[in-house]
């Protein structure tokens, strides 16, 4: 490992100085990597199909580039780039909208509230959960306003 980045990224991660010796990679091109950018890594014919999948990282003024083990490790085992995962799944489905509000001076009591309906309760509510119940228990006491194709009947 080079000197520059010897502690600058995780353990799970390879630089681009170690990916160099083991790739026989020039030394100048790894120094134009550090210099200039993610754009330099996708001019080295070596590492071009994997280029996208380095990250920088900084100590000081110090920067290097590294890349996941294992996506180094399944590079050279199969000879293609491997798919990042696209991330954490949603948590819901369907057409939610997400509202964020500043909570009102009553938060912290209707956050202790909760926590004793939870006390109290088999089933727990989380607040989220309960702020979407006092939403529709709104909605559904003023069906004129909420509902006017109800009308009156």
């Known amino acids: 490992m ?3 980045a010897k502690g600058i990224f995780p ?3 390879i630089g681009i100085s170690e990916i160099a010796q083991l790739e026989n990679i020039k030394k100048y091109k790894v120094k134009m990597v550090n210099a200039c950018g993610q754009e330099a890594l996708k001019k080295i014919e070596e ?3 994997i280029a996208h999948l380095f990250k920088e990282f900084r100590k000081g003024s110090q920067k290097t580039y590294a ?3 294992k996506h180094y490790e399944y590079w050279k085992k199969t000879g293609e780039a491997p798919k990042k995962p696209p991330g954490r799944p949603r948590r819901w489905e369907g057409d939610i909208t997400d509202i964020r509000i500043p909570a009102p001076y009553f938060y912290d009591q209707f956050r202790e ?3 004793k309906a939870n006390e109290l309760a088999i089933q727990q ?3 989220r959960d309960c702020i979407y119940l006092a939403m529709k228990e709104y909605m559904d006491r003023h069906p004129d306003i909420f509902y006017p194709e109800l009308g009156d009947d």
Request: glycine share 6%; charged share 10%.
């Open 11 to 13: 353990k799970n991660y």
């Open 47 to 49: 590492v071009a199909p």
């Open 113 to 115: 509230g909760v926590k």
């Open 125 to 127: 509510i989380t607040i």
């Open 67 to 69: 890349i996941l083990i």
């Open 2 to 4: 080079a000197p520059l």
